[in-house]
């Protein structure tokens, strides 16, 4: 993996920042005779424009071109890399061939205004309700896969949130994921405060056809890092509660050694998933 980042401002309402890389795959296994080769060239570009000293625009893309043996092999390819959930489809195939798929995709576009209390965005944005650093049971707008490493900002949803912020570190939020179809709004309430030097949160609201209650908190056992989440989701139509339970763990050593270490509870076990 190459990264190469940079950003610049055009003027002092308009700023661009990206970068690039590339990252060869390689894959084996026992289904494989030898090894698969691949290779993905990632590129991003992050405009905003600030119209007034309250307000901001923008619009963030990602450009992938995918070439090597998998592309050549799986018939239709690009249509498992075309999806995009949104109200808006902003997800383009530029080139569909064999061996080589280049893909664009506009997964953030949004208009902001906030003073010193409010804050109010409208459009395709990261609504980020997860504390946890593996699995998030309290990001009911859009968890991401933890395998997908090749995503740092993560996905982005069509939403409107609007953000109140008090005294004390204390917040409260409201957003909303309007659907194509009935079954498909997300929306509910989060409010954010510290107490006892943790910061913790609470939430309730609906998540497609189930209502869902939850909470999270962040903070420290001693020298360790201590973060959990706890949602419980109860469906309108049938009676089969399910709870969703992530903790984690993380402590860093005087010679900056890193461990951490997750845990994932799912009342519904590995046949019956909450995710969508």
């Known amino acids: 993996l190459f990264p190469q980042e940079d950003s610049f401002a055009v003027s002092q309402r308009f700023t661009v ?11 084996f296994g026992s289904y ?25 625009v923008g619009i963030e ?20 890399l075309d999806f995009d959930p949104g109200l808006v489809d902003m997800s383009f195939v530029i080139i569909d061939e064999p061996g080589l798929i280049f893909l664009s995709q506009i997964d953030r576009a949004w208009f902001n205004w906030n003073n010193d209390k409010w804050d109010i965005r409208i459009g395709r944005q990261r609504l980020n309700w997860g504390m946890n650093l593996f699995w998030n049971s309290n990001d009911l707008f859009n968890a991401y896969s933890l395998v997908d490493f090749d995503y740092e900002e993560r996905p982005g949803v069509d939403a409107v949130r609007i953000q109140r912020f008090f005294n004390n570190m204390k917040s409260v939020e409201f957003a909303l994921k309007p659907g194509k179809n009935a079954d498909d ?9 510290n107490k006892w030097h943790y910061d913790f949160q609470l939430l309730g609201g609906w998540w497609y056809t189930d209502l869902a209650l939850g909470a999270g908190w962040a903070g420290n056992i001693g020298s360790a890092g201590f973060k959990g989440e706890v949602t419980y989701f109860r469906p309108r139509i049938n009676l089969n509660d399910v ?21 994932l509870l799912n009342s519904a076990g590995t046949h019956t998933s909450i995710s969508r």
């Open 17 to 27: 920042q990206g970068y690039l890389k590339d990252m060869q795959i390689m894959s």
């Open 61 to 80: 893309l990602r450009n992938r071109v995918f070439t090597g043996e998998t592309i050549k092999t799986t018939h239709g390819y690009s249509r498992l």
């Open 32 to 56: 494989i005779k030898g090894t698969i080769n691949d290779n993905l060239i990632h590129n991003r570009l992050n405009f905003r424009f600030y119209p007034t000293r309250k307000t901001a």
């Open 185 to 193: 709004w997300v929306g509910g309430f989060l409010y954010r405060f």
């Open 243 to 263: 709870l969703s339970l992530s903790v984690s763990v993380d402590y860093v050593f005087r010679n900056q050694l890193f461990l951490t270490a997750g845990f």
